[in-house]
């Protein structure tokens, strides 16, 4: 008897394990407005000429290296090369990224834009970003004024 409650139970576990269970777990979600059919940007491309596309609707793909872990208004998506990434930032409470987003790939449409800001700027930025994170943050570490990147996300999938 036991032997054959064995097996049904084998039998039972082994069905509720469906292909469609395994699909909807790599299943894209969307955030925001829905993507364009415009031509995908690297990041490596963004980056080597933020003149170019300064001001520009561009759409992105890449690996989601970090998600904003308060409020999951931005994510920082990697270029080719370990030390190239761009932030992706949306309106608060429009679009919520969830932090098990981290490692997963996106695709995503906006404006992008490059901005100049002062070591005061910096330091209240980076302040700002190692509080979300919940990390010390030395002022000293940062040597000057800065140029950040960045895009206004509209819309994205993340698979």
Same mark, same amino acid.
């Given at each position: 008897?036991?032997?054959?409650s064995f097996f ?58 970090? /998600? ?37 790939h996106l ?40 140029? /950040? ?8 999938? /993340?698979?």
């Open positions: 008897m036991f032997i054959r049904i139970g084998l039998l039972l576990i082994g069905t509720s394990y469906t292909p469609t269970a395994f699909a909807d777990h790599h299943k894209a979600h969307s955030y925001g407005a829905a993507l364009s059919k415009m031509k995908t940007v690297t990041v490596s491309e963004l980056l080597a000429n933020p003149k170019k596309y300064n001001g520009q609707k561009v759409k992105i793909k890449g690996e989601i290296l970090d /998600v904003c872990p308060m409020a999951g208004c931005w994510v920082d998506v990697g270029g080719k090369s370990g030390d190239q990434q761009i932030k992706f930032k949306v309106t608060d409470g429009e679009i919520v990224f969830p932090v098990n987003a981290k490692g997963k695709v995503g449409e906006g404006i992008f834009s490059m901005k100049d800001l002062t070591k005061e700027e910096t330091i209240k930025r980076e302040q700002h970003f190692a509080e979300e994170k919940g990390r010390k943050f030395d002022p000293s570490t940062v040597k000057g004024p800065t140029t /950040v990147f960045m895009i206004k996300g509209t819309g994205a999938t /993340v698979q």
